[in-house]
């Protein structure tokens, strides 16, 4: 084996240490800039690029200084340099193909090693092919055809194999880190709807015009019937309560939700007697699926406000939640005919609510939720279905 060939293997882990440190450090420059960036695939897919040509040219200098320092170099190699420094940024970018359809956290550490070993052997058996087919310039190569041996091609096969294992701890864990960017960004923004939606509910329950509705009732019904004034009173702290203490920015169990939305309905119900009727068919398998809390109100509101001025009496309302293996499915119904976002610019409030549970479904259960509209005869279904995974 010729000199260049057995520093390559001797220097080979110091020099991917080199590689890994300036790696780590250039990736810990690129966590100081926007987080937005890890989010967007085409920054991601540039960091790569910058990554691994600037890591492979920090490959290339330290093999060079290595030789120099270790007994002079020669241009035969210097070649042999280049030429390492090719064969690898070449097959890096072949290991890149399969470990770009590996989901990270659906692997355990271990199936992961064991991937990027066996696809490294691989990878550093061509290597090796390449390094026999295509030797350096060199006169003393003719008097040593030994290279071509099986212990040449051996030795040359670990060397790089502890070079390609390396990329691809340094690989995967880049990757996990950037995984974990983004799962912390969606979690950030999951936050700040939560913090909206609560917002936006205090502001439906603490408007001028939901309490001066509901304690009219209230005292309309204290000379009526005290019992039933009783009643409203505790479904109102009860509703207000849920607002004010539950736990902000966390999934509650869907029983809980529905308990909130209940005490709503009864409110609603006592004030409008027999214009509303109201029905909540709940599986009990669903009750703890956890949910995002403040999710359901703005649907609830959304079918009295308008269902009262586009049904025929008695608003029918009928709140209906389903499991299937690992899905929930809530249905809204109210009776009446859908009216478009552009027919409610007069309350901005209701829209802004239905568009809050778009995007907190989006940020919740990315890839995993539906959210429809049916406009069915005589009446408007809004189904949210949401399947086992991120949010749960």
Known sequence: MHLEDQTTAAGAGISVAALGKFDIMFAGGIKAGTREAMTDTKARRRLFWILQTAGWLSYLAFNVVTYQISGGLTPSLLVSC?????????????????????????????????RAIVLSFLAANVAAGIMALFPPPSSSWDMQPSGLTLRSHLMWTISWMAVLILWSALYFGITFWQEWMIQKDR???AKALAETAQLQMLRYRMSPHFLFNTLNSIRALITENKASAKTMITELSEYLRYSLVSKKYERVPLKDELESVRHYLTIQKMRYEDKLEVAVDVDPEAEDFPVPSFLLHPLAENAIKYGLSTSPLPLRIRVKAETSPGRLRIDVVNSGSWVEPAGLREDLVTVKGMDNVRRRLAEAYPGKHLFEVFKEEGSVRVRLTIEEGDGR
């Open 187 to 189: 979690a950030d923004k």
């Open 82 to 114: 280049v030429r390492d420094m090719l064969i690898g940024f070449v097959l890096t970018l072949g290991l890149r193909w399969p470990y770009r359809k590996v989901k990270i956290h659906d692997h355990s550490v271990l199936a992961l090693a064991r």
